[in-house]
């Protein structure tokens, strides 16, 4: 079974400030896995980022992922006020299929 | 626009089995994507539960698979999650999603089941 574990588990920045976000893989998987939600209080997850670096549909491009392996980063080139929140990495595996989140980064001021 | 909205009683006794079901618009439940049930712990991370396809494959949680039921439901265009022997760490907000590939795209608003007498 995968574990991911999600470092540092908060992160506090002032708006403007770049926020870097990291995500380790128990074992290798393709980076074609790994995906990146942001949650806010009271809200379902919103995918931001699929197989590892591509934005989904709607996402600003301050918003960058990138690695391979077992390590992955997400990253936020100027947080804006909207920004602060809690972001889960999540990797498949499979067959049979299995989503495995990591334990969330929460982004606060 | 893909939406996707749960339903059922926000509470369940201990024992007994959580039923919900989630409606689908702005897509067919028969168009190739697998379809899942996620839940959220108050104050928690989140945790996969399942998922089913429109043929009526399904995939489970191996900490929860003698206890779940995913199925799709063509006619209404609908899938839903069967939860038997539940207890107070069954509660939680649980969220019904469209997969795509390998995460999940679209998810809906959520709804919490209390387990508790």
Known sequence: ?109 | QVQLQESGPGLVKPSGTLSLTCAVSGASISSGNWWSWVRQSPGKGLEWVGETFHDGRSNYNPSLKSRVTISADKSNNQFSLKLTSVTAADTAVYYCARNSKWELMWWGQGTLVTVSS
């Not at chain 1, 995906?35 to 980022?49: D, H, T, V």
């Open chain 1, 1 to 109: 079974e995968i574990v991911l574990t999600q470092s540092p588990g908060t992160l506090s920045l002032s708006p403007g400030e770049r926020a870097t976000l990291s995500c380790r893989a128990s074992q290798s998987g393709s980076s074609s896995y790994l995906a990146w939600y942001q949650q806010k209080p009271g809200q379902a997850p919103r995918l931001l980022i699929y197989a590892a670096s591509n934005r989904a549909t709607d996402i600003p491009d301050r918003f960058s992922g990138s690695g391979s392996g077992t390590d992955f980063t997400l990253t936020i080139s100027r947080l804006e006020p909207e920004d602060f929140a809690v972001y889960y990495c999540q990797q498949f595996t499979g067959p049979p299929s299995m989503y495995t989140f990591g334990q969330g980064t929460k982004v606060e001021i």
